[in-house]
Structure formats: C-alpha cells, structure tokens
C-alpha cells in the first residue's frame, strides 16, 4: 500500500520569503515521487518529480523538492515566494517496483493551499 | 496538441439519471485514468486504462463504469447517479514508460457535477 501526507492545510507566506511546502510518504518499494499545482478552476499541472538520482530534484516556476529517504519526505520549496503562487498544491507518489499495469496508480495527498501576501 | 480535453465542463443531475463524461487526448498517450476531487481528500483514483481495450478498478470504481475503444477516448459514465457523486471529476493521461521520460500525468481541465 502507498500512502502521501501533507500536514498542513494551508501556508502563509508573505511575497518575498521562503516557500516549504511539506509532504511525507509510505510505499513499498522505490518511490516515485511528484508536486503537481492547481490554480482556481484549472486541471493540475505537473511541477517536479523525483525518480532517482539527484535527491534535489529542480522544477518548473523556480520551485525545487527534496527527497530525504530517511524521513520519506519530498518536501516542495521556493526561495522567494511570488503571489502568484498562490494555489493549491498536491503531492503525490506510486510505487516504482509495481508492474506495468500499476504504472499512474498514483496515490494523492490532500493538498495544501498557499496562500502569498503582498 | 489540445492535450487532454474533457466535455462537459458543469453538469447538472438528478439522482438516477445517467450520463457519460467526456476525455480525450491527442498525446498518443497510452495510458489513461479518471480521478475525482474533493475537498480534504486529494485525488481518487476511479478507473484507469494502459491501453486501449484494458481496463481496470482504481480506489473508488463503484457507480462508475469506463472503456476504451481507441487510445484517444476514455468515457466515464455513471449508470444511476447519486448524491455521493457531486465532485469534480479529472481526466489524466501519460506515457506507459516508467522513469525520466515517462510517469508525467498529463490532467484535463475538469468537470464539475452536481446530483442532486
């Protein structure tokens, strides 16, 4: 079984400072792991994903993540926050040594809104 | 490309009617799935397909039926709906190659439907 927690409903930043947005995981096997947004009445769109390699993985936006196998955590984070960032952000991770059918069975976080202060 | 694409964008039922939702992508994806959206609980996996005339169960399938007669379309259609139903429904598509060059889930805009 796999699993995503996102601790946090919402985050607060104010523009210009530091992002994190937090998210630990449980699978069985090698995650597969990946931050995706929603703006207001939109689809989601994919920002980064860690498959192996590098723990720091760089996305789109300026936003980066880092996997941490220790604490399974791919936590989302940005230097320097834009109020345009502001959406709804999920988390989400599948198995890496399931079979090719359960390729996509990705299991979703609820997702943390972020909410960017001028 | 349009990408995903997904008809109609609201909808409105009455407990018991039945309807089919529409996605399409032009992507050559192979795979493809369905997943509803509600609010504290992420995105739920319904149905899912690795190619065309496979099917499968995701987390939440029932009340839900699929096909995929071509890898452009997958049609989501509820039988009898409920209540339980009113989401927002998500239409995905990606690659059937795990790693770097695949895994990405490319999402419709979404259709949002109320039963009432």
């Known amino acids: 079984a796999q699993s995503v927690a996102q601790p946090e409903d919402q985050v607060n930043v104010a523009e210009g400072n530091p992002l994190t947005v937090k998210c630990t995981y449980s699978v069985s096997g090698n995650p597969y792991l990946f931050w995706y947004v929603q703006y207001p009445n939109r689809g989601l769109q994919f920002l980064l994903k860690y498959i192996t390699g590098d723990n720091l993985v760089k996305g789109s936006y300026g936003f980066e993540a880092e996997f941490n196998k220790s604490q399974t955590s791919f936590h989302l984070k940005k230097p320097s926050a834009l109020v345009s960032d502001s959406a709804l952000y999920f988390c989400?991770?599948?198995?890496?040594?399931?079979?090719?059918?359960?390729?996509?069975?990705?299991?979703f976080g609820a997702g943390t809104q972020v909410v960017v202060t001028p | 490309n349009a990408g995903v694409t997904q008809t109609p964008k609201f909808q409105v039922l009455k407990t018991g009617q039945s309807m089919t939702l529409q996605c399409a992508q032009d992507m050559n994806h192979e795979y493809m799935s369905w997943y509803r959206q509600d609010p504290g609980m992420g995105l739920r996996l319904i149905h899912y397909s690795v190619g065309a005339g496979i099917t499968d169960q995701g987390e939440v399938p029932n009340g839900y039926n699929v096909s995929r007669s071509t890898t452009e379309d997958f049609p989501l259609r509820l039988l009898s709906a409920a209540p339980s139903q009113t989401s927002v429904y998500f239409c995905?598509?990606?690659?059937?190659?795990?790693?770097?060059?695949?895994?990405?889930?490319?999402f419709g805009p979404g259709t949002r439907l109320t039963v009432l």
């Open positions: 995905a598509s990606s690659f059937r190659k795990p790693g770097t060059s695949g895994d990405t889930q490319y």
């Open positions: 989400a991770v599948r198995d890496g040594g399931g079979t090719t059918d359960s390729w996509g069975k990705l299991q």
